[in-house]
Nanobody
């Protein structure tokens, strides 16, 4: 069965960095467009970053442009989110998503907390 497993979250001080990873299994990873969303309890999920199956042009939320970088390694079935200059408002559960035509899968998420 398809699994997306995120890792790399944690507690970090403002201005710090984290690198999230999402390893996929049970699917042909290179076919899937990948994205990172984040969600705060009681709020709508927010698209943070997206990267197409080919690894070409990426997309970012305005709030993270210039601070976050999404990348993928199709040989490792993994998508990454490098997060720099973190702010308290980046605190959320971060989920990775895989999408290919009508198929969409989501991981369970990893908590990122930015606080002194």
């Amino acid at each position: 069965q398809v699994q997306l497993v995120e890792s790399g979250g944690g507690l970090v001080q403002p201005g710090g960095s984290l690198r999230l990873s999402c390893e996929a299994s049970g699917l042909v990873f290179s076919n899937y467009d990948m994205s990172w969303y984040r969600q705060v309890s009681g709020k709508e999920r927010e698209l943070v970053a997206a990267i197409p199956s080919t690894g070409g042009s990426t997309k970012y939320a305005d709030s993270v442009k210039g601070r976050f970088i999404i990348s993928r390694d199709n040989a490792k079935n993994t998508v990454y989110l490098q997060m720099n200059s973190l702010r308290p408002e980046d605190t959320a559960v971060y989920h990775c998503y895989a999408k290919y035509v009508a198929f969409e899968f989501r991981g369970k998420g990893t908590q990122v907390t930015v606080s002194e």
